[in-house]
Every structure is written in C-alpha cells, then in structure tokens.
C-alpha cells in the first residue's frame, strides 16, 4: 500500500511542476510580446 500511496504522491508532484513550469513559460512569453 505505501508504495502506491508514494507513486500517486510522485506522480502528482510531478504533473504540478510540469504544470507550473509551463505556466511560468507563457507568463515569460507575456511578458516579452
């Protein structure tokens, strides 16, 4: 069960990073235009 529990927690931090990073990457592009 932990290992599950470990491998949902990873898996979400890493989708919200890949989100943010994104997000950040066209605030970056707002920001140039």
Do not use: G, Q
Not at 2 to 27: E, G, H, R
């Amino acid at each position: 069960m932990y290992d599950f529990y470990w491998i949902l927690i990873t898996n979400i931090a890493s989708v919200n990073a890949t989100l943010i990073i994104k997000y950040s990457n066209t605030n970056r592009k707002c920001l140039n235009h």
